[in-house]
């Protein structure tokens, strides 16, 4: 079993920045792709960005600019900085890992996700 522990979301003012932080842990050998989802208000779930275990990044064009994702492979977290928010950023956002398993655990790969962290924006 894996599990994911999201932290950092919170009540934040219009331009301020906030870190978000999800550590995986649980038994696998290690972790693929990591990325951050968000579901705003009255929209279905969308990728904000996601990195992979070389640390190449790739963002949505919202957060293009204004937000990063790193991770720390020895820590098995990835972690989300948001900067310069903005009241429609306000949303559950939402960690994704693809994780791989040994071959004496049976091999192969699985993805989870976190609960989500609530980010508000307030005006």
């Known amino acids: 079993q894996v599990q994911l522990e999201e932290s950092g979301g919170g009540l934040v003012h219009v331009g301020e920045p906030l870190r978000l932080s999800c550590a995986a842990s649980g038994r696998f050998a290690g972790i693929n792709d990591m990325a951050w989802y968000r579901q705003v208000p009255e929209k279905e779930r969308e990728l904000v960005a996601t990195?992979?275990?070389?640390?190449?990044?790739d963002y949505a064009t919202f957060a293009e600019g204004r937000f990063v994702i790193v991770r720390d492979n020895l820590k098995n977290t990835v972690y989300l900085g948001m900067n310069t928010l903005k009241p429609e950023d306000t949303g559950v956002y939402y960690c994704?890992?693809?994780?791989?398993?040994?071959?004496?655990?049976?091999?192969?790969?699985?993805?989870?996700w976190g609960r989500g962290t609530q980010v508000t924006v307030s005006a």
């Open positions: 990195v992979s275990k070389d640390g190449r990044a």
């Open positions: 994704h890992v693809q994780v791989f398993f040994s071959p004496v655990s049976g091999g192969g790969e699985s993805s989870y």
